[in-house]
C-alpha cells in the first residue's frame, strides 16, 4: 500500500485539508502543537477504524464547528488505485471503498480483504515507531517476535503457539538432560538407589532388633522426664504469677490509710461547676450594672434642649404650613432656573444665526421677506439670470460671424482627383495608373465630406431683439432696487437675498419666543418672592441666597428637616434614659440576688471563701481517685487466686523464679537431646526395614521400570508434537523469522554504525558489542534501545513488505540519536523506501536535509 493522499473533512484541528504525500520517504514537518500525531491518528483511524472514548487515550479529535467527522485516503495496490472513505464514530465510522481506475464502488468487505490479515494492534506491532515501551520491550524474545511474525497469514497461530508453549511446559516437567527434580530424572534416581538397596538388603537384621530395645528404653525415660517438666513448669508458673501480683500487693499497702468515711458530699465537680457559674453570673452582671450605668450617664448627656428647638416648638404650626407648600415652590424654583437657561439659550441662537447672517450697508440686520415677496424676488432673480445669459449669446452669434471665412477646402481635394485621373489616362494600363484612380476617387469624396462639414459650421442668425432685453433687464432692476430698499438689503449680493431668509425668519421666531418666555419667568419670579417673603419671621434662624432659587428652598427644607429631627431626637433621648434606668435598677437588683446566692452556698458548706472550696474539692477528687485505684488493685488481686504469704521478700522471690527456671531449662534440653536421639534410631529402623525388604523391593524396582518406560514415551510425544506445530508454523509462515532475525542484526550495526555485531534472540534479547562484550536490553541506553526497536520495526515491515506491503510510520524516532546515528537512521530510511513506503513525523529537522522530501505543515 502506497498513499498518495489525504482528504481530511474534519478530524481535530484539521478541517477540509487535502495533504498531498509525493515521495516514498515522506517527511512530514512541523513544530509542536502543529498537528502531526493528529494526521497519525488520522490515517490509522481511515485505515483501521475511528476508537471509541475508552479506547481513545489522546481523545477522539471531534473537529470544531459543522465539519463532517472523517475523511479519506487515496492509495495505491499491486498497481492499483483506491480510495477508502471512513466518516462518523459509531461502530468505528462508516466505509466506503472505491476503485479509482475503473471508476466503481467496491465493498466494505473487499477492503477488509484488501488489507487483511493486519488490523490496528499488528500494525502498531509491525509498522509503527513512536515512542519505546521500554518495560514491554525488555521482555520481548524469540518468542514473543516469533508470535508477531506468524500471527500474520496464519489461521489459529496464537492457538497453535499456546498449545505448542503448553506441550513445552509438560515435556520440561518431565524430562531434563541435567535435571533433578524432573519427574523422569528423579524416578531414574530412585531405580539406582533401589538397585542398591536390593543387593543389601538382608545384612541389617540383628542390628535391628537392638534398636528396637533402645527405642524403648528411651521412650520410658522421655516419659519420666515429661511428667519432671510438667511439674516444674507448674511450680515456675506459680512462682512468676506471683512474682507479677506483688506490685499490686505493695501499692495496695500503701493505701491502707485511705478510708471512704473521708468522704464528704457537697464538694463534688457538679458543686463546682454551680459555683463557677455563679462566678459567672456574677462578673457579668457586674458588667452589666456597670454598663447600665454609662448608659443613663451618656442618655442623660445627650438630653438637653437647644434654642433652636425652642422656636421650632414656639412657631410650629406656622413651620408646618409652608413646610407643606414647599413642594410647590421646588417647582417655581425650578421653573425660574429652567426658564433663565431658556432664555439664554434663546439668545445664544439669535447670536449665532445673526453671525452667519451678512450684514447690509449701515452693519445691521435686514428684514425677513414675507411668503409674497419670497415668491416674487425668486421669479424676478431667475427672469433676470435668463434674460442676462440671451443676451450674452446675442453678442457670442455676432462676434463668431463676424470672424468666420468662407470655406473653400473641397475645391482643393476636387482639384487633386482631376490631377489624378489625368495622370492615371497618361500611364494607361500600368499599375501606378489604376492607383492613381483610386486616389482620385478617394480624394473627390474627402472633398465632398469637408464642403459639407464646412456648411454645417456656419452660425445660423438670431431672431433675439437686444434692445427688448435691455429693456426688460431694466424694469427688473429697478423693482429688485425697490425690493433692497423696504428690506434693508443695501451694501448684500442679490445672490445671497434668498438663501439668507430661513436664517431671518428663525431670529424672528426666537425673538417673539424670548418675549413669551420672559413674561412667564416674571410669573413665576412674583411667586417665588411671595413665598420667602412669608419666612420672614426666621430670618434670624434661617438664612439663604434668594438669587439661588432651588438652593434656597432645598435650604428652607432641610433646616426645617433639621428642626424637626431635633424635636424627635430629643423625644426619644427622654424615651432612652427613661428605659436606661429601668434597666440598670434590674442591673443592680439581679447583682444583689446573685450575691446573696453565693453567701449561702458557701455557708451551707461551711467554708468561708472560694479559695477554701476549692481545696476541699481537689481534696475530695484526690480521695475519690485513690478510693478507685484501692478497689481496682483489691479487684485484680482477687482475679488472680494466688494466696499472698505474709513479710514476702521480693528478691527471695527472685531468686526463687531464676533457679525454676533454670531447672525446667535443664529437662527441656535433656527432653530435647532424647528426643533427637529416639528419632534417630527410629529413621534408623525405618530404613532397615526399607532395606530389609528384599522381595518387596525387586518388585517396587520392576514397578519403576515400567513407570519410567511410560514416562519416556509421553515426554518423546510432546516433543514431537512441539516439533510438528513448529514446523508448520514455519511452513504456513514462510520462514520469516529467520528472515527477519537476519535483516534486524543488519539494521541494528548499520544505525548503530558497526558499534553492535550481533542479536542474540533466546527467552530474552541481548545484543552484543563488536568487542564481542554482551548486554541485555534493559542495560542498554535509551538511544540504542530505539535502535534495535527500530532496527527490528524496519526488518519485520520489509519482511512482510513483499506480501502485505504498508507504509511505515515513524513519530519523531530519533530524538534520543546523536547527530551520527541520526544520520545513519536517515539513511536506512532512504533504503527502506526503496521497498516499502516511509512517513517520518519529526518536529526536528537537520539542516542539510533535501528539502524535496520535507512536507511543512506550516504552509498548508
Do not use: C
Amino acid at each position: 500500500m502506497i498513499i498518495k493522499q489525504l482528504n481530511i473533512y474534519g478530524f481535530g484541528r484539521w478541517i477540509d485539508q487535502k495533504i498531498d504525500i509525493k515521495n516514498p520517504l515522506q517527511m512530514i514537518y512541523g513544530p509542536n502543537e502543529a498537528g502531526k500525531s493528529t494526521i497519525i491518528a488520522f490515517i490509522k483511524g481511515i485505515l483501521f477504524g475511528f476508537t471509541d472514548k475508552k479506547h481513545s487515550i489522546h481523545g477522539q479529535y471531534q473537529p470544531k464547528g459543522s465539519a463532517p467527522y472523517g475523511g479519506e485516503i487515496i492509495f495505491s495496490a499491486d498497481q492499483h488505485n483506491y480510495k477508502v472513505v471512513r466518516t462518523g464514530l459509531k461502530y468505528g465510522g462508516t466505509v466506503k471503498f472505491y476503485d479509482l481506475d475503473n471508476d466503481t464502488e467496491l465493498t466494505a468487505d473487499d477492503y477488509q480483504k484488501l488489507i487483511a490479515p493486519i488490523d490496528r494492534t499488528a500494525y502498531d506491532q509491525l509498522f509503527y515507531f513512536g515512542s519505546v515501551d521500554q518495560t514491554a520491550f525488555y521482555k520481548i524474545g524469540r518468542d514473543e517476535l516469533r508470535l508477531r511474525i506468524q500471527s500474520l497469514g496464519v489461521a489459529g497461530a496464537g492457538d497453535w503457539m499456546d498449545l505448542q508453549a503448553n506441550l513445552d511446559k509438560q515435556s520440561a516437567k518431565m524430562y531434563a538432560p541435567r535435571g533433578r527434580t524432573k519427574k523422569i530424572n528423579i524416578q531414574i534416581a530412585e531405580y539406582k538407589k533401589l538397585e542398591d538397596q536390593v543387593g543389601a538388603a538382608k545384612d541389617h537384621f540383628p542390628h535391628y532388633q537392638d534398636l528396637q530395645v533402645q527405642l524403648k528404653q528411651d521412650q520410658v525415660k522421655s516419659r519420666d522426664l515429661q511428667a519432671d517438666l510438667k511439674t516444674a513448669n507448674q511450680q515456675l508458673d506459680n512462682k512468676r504469677r506471683l512474682q507479677t501480683v506483688l506490685p499490686l500487693v505493695n501499692r495496695l499497702n500503701d493505701l491502707n490509710t485511705v478510708d471512704s468515711s473521708q468522704v464528704k458530699p457537697q464538694f463534688g465537680s457538679a458543686d463546682l461547676n454551680e459555683l463557677n457559674k455563679l462566678n459567672m453570673s456574677l462578673t457579668a452582671e457586674s458588667a452589666d450594672v456597670k454598663k447600665a450605668q454609662t448608659a443613663v450617664d451618656e442618655a442623660a448627656r445627650q438630653s438637653s434642649r437647644k434654642p433652636v428647638q425652642t422656636f421650632y416648638e414656639a412657631h410650629s404650626d406656622t413651620i408646618e404650613r409652608l413646610y407643606q407648600e414647599l413642594p410647590d415652590a421646588r417647582k417655581v424654583a425650578l421653573a425660574i432656573e429652567l426658564g433663565d437657561s431658556q432664555l439664554q439659550d434663546v439668545q445664544r441662537q439669535v447670536q449665532t444665526q445673526s453671525a452667519s447672517i451678512a450684514k447690509n450697508a449701515q452693519g445691521n440686520l435686514p428684514q425677513a421677506f414675507d411668503d409674497q415677496t419670497f415668491s416674487r424676488v425668486n421669479e424676478l432673480l431667475r427672469e433676470q439670470q435668463n434674460l442676462q445669459e440671451k443676451r450674452a449669446e446675442v453678442t457670442r452669434k455676432k462676434t463668431q460671424s463676424a470672424e468666420q471665412p468662407h470655406g473653400n477646402g473641397g475645391l482643393i481635394w476636387y482639384g487633386v482627383a482631376a490631377a489624378l485621373v489625368v495622370l492615371g489616362f497618361l500611364l494607361g494600363s500600368s499599375s501606378f495608373g489604376w492607383i492613381g484612380y483610386i486616389l482620385a476617387v478617394a480624394a473627390a469624396v474627402w472633398g465632398w465630406y469637408s464642403a459639407k462639414g464646412s456648411s454645417k459650421s456656419q452660425p445660423s442668425p438670431s431672431h433675439e431683439d437686444p434692445v427688448e432685453i435691455d429693456q426688460k433687464l431694466e424694469q427688473i432692476r429697478t423693482e429688485l432696487t425697490a425690493v433692497q430698499q423696504q428690506f434693508g438689503l443695501q451694501g448684500i449680493d442679490e445672490a445671497k437675498w434668498l438663501p439668507m431668509q430661513s436664517s431671518l425668519r428663525e431670529i424672528q421666531r426666537l425673538q417673539q419666543s424670548y418675549q413669551q418666555q420672559k413674561t412667564a419667568l416674571n410669573e413665576q419670579q412674583a411667586k417665588y418672592q411671595d413665598y420667602l417673603d412669608q419666612w420672614q419671621f426666621a430670618s434670624d434662624w434661617l438664612k439663604f441666597d434668594q438669587t439661588k432659587h432651588s438652593t434656597a428652598i432645598e435650604t428652607i427644607g432641610k433646616t426645617v428637616a433639621h428642626w424637626q429631627q431635633l424635636s424627635t431626637d430629643y423625644q426619644h433621648q427622654q424615651a432612652v434614659l427613661t428605659q436606661e434606668k429601668k434597666t440598670l435598677a434590674a442591673a443592680k437588683a439581679k447583682l444583689v440576688e446573685l450575691t446573696q446566692q453565693k453567701q449561702t452556698f458557701l455557708k451551707d458548706r461551711h467554708v468561708e471563701n472560694d479559695e477554701a472550696f476549692q481545696k476541699g474539692v481537689a481534696f475530695q477528687a484526690e480521695l475519690a481517685k485513690q478510693l478507685d485505684q484501692k478497689a481496682t488493685l483489691e479487684s485484680q488481686i482477687k482475679a488472680t487466686k494466688i494466696s499472698i504469704p505474709e513479710n514476702i521478700d521480693q528478691d527471695a522471690l527472685n531468686t526463687d523464679v531464676r533457679e525454676a527456671t533454670e531447672k525446667v531449662q535443664s529437662l527441656q534440653d535433656q527432653l530435647n537431646d532424647l528426643s533427637r536421639e529416639m528419632t534417630r534410631v527410629q529413621t534408623e529402623i525405618a530404613g532397615l526395614i526399607k532395606n530389609g525388604q528384599y522381595y518387596d523391593l525387586r518388585q517396587e524396582l520392576a514397578n519403576q521400570q515400567t513407570e519410567i518406560v511410560e514416562n519416556v514415551q509421553k515426554y518423546l510425544a510432546l516433543k514431537l508434537s512441539s516439533q510438528w506445530i513448529q514446523s508448520v508454523l514455519d511452513i504456513a509462515s514462510k520462514g520469516r523469522l529467520p528472515k527477519t532475525l537476519a535483516l534486524a542484526k543488519q539494521y541494528f550495526a548499520t544505525l548503530t554504525n558497526d558499534a553492535y555485531k550481533e542479536i542474540i534472540f533466546k527467552k530474552e534479547i541481548s545484543v552484543v558489542r563488536k568487542d564481542d562484550v554482551s548486554f541485555p536490553i534493559n542495560e542498554l541506553s535509551t538511544g540504542t534501545l530505539e535502535q534495535l526497536y527500530l532496527a527490528l520495526i524496519f526488518s519485520m515491515a520489509v519482511g512482510f513488505s513483499s506480501q502485505y506491503p504498508m507504509p511505515i510510520i515513524i513519530d519523531d524516532g530519533f530524538v534520543n540519536f546523536d547527530q551520527r546515528r541520526k544520520a545513519a537512521a536517515l539513511t536506512m530510511l532512504q533504503q527502506v523506501s526503496e521497498k516499502t513506503q516511509v512517513l517520518y513525523f519529526t518536529a526536528n529537522l537537520n539542516a542539510n536535509t533535501d528539502s524535496k522530501l520535507v512536507l511543512d505543515l506550516k504552509t498548508l
